[in-house]
Nanobody
Framework: QVQLVESGGGLVQAGDSLRLSCAAS????????MAWFRQVPVKEREFVAW????????YYADSVKGRFPISRDNAKNTVYLQMNSLKPEDTAVYYC???????????????WGQGTQVTVSS
């Protein structure tokens, strides 16, 4: 069992930066691929980025590529999403997720955090 807790969301202006953190419980964090997804009302959860178990591989949605680097610190059981050059269309609830394989589909992840709201004003 893995418990995930996101933090770092907030209200910012377009062009600003935020760093989201996701702290995981348990001793097996390094066995999980980690990902970030986001969701706005009445839309499906959207893939943002994933990172492999040791952090050697990453993959991004086209909408955030070059702006939102994902990273992890296995010693701290934490995954990060650095959000740069934020746009109003980045407004969403952001979720971190843990699963056995790094994939782009939400169904591939077994554990989810509660989400953190990111709001970007124009």
């Amino acid at each position: 069992q893995v418990q995930l807790v996101e933090s770092g969301g907030g209200l910012v202006q377009a062009g600003d930066s935020l760093r989201l953190s996701c702290a995981a419980s348990g001793r097996t964090f390094s066995r999980y691929a980690m990902a970030w997804f986001r969701q706005v009302p009445v839309k499906e959860r959207e893939f943002v980025a994933w990172i492999s178990w040791a952090g050697s591989s990453t993959y991004y949605a086209d909408s955030v590529k070059g702006r939102f680097p994902i990273s992890r610190d296995n010693a701290k059981n934490t995954v990060y999403l650095q959000m740069n050059s934020l746009k109003p269309e980045d407004t969403a609830v952001y979720y971190c997720a843990a699963g056995p394989l790094p994939v782009r589909t939400a169904t591939g992840y077994d554990y989810w955090g509660q989400g953190t709201q990111v709001t970007v004003s124009s």
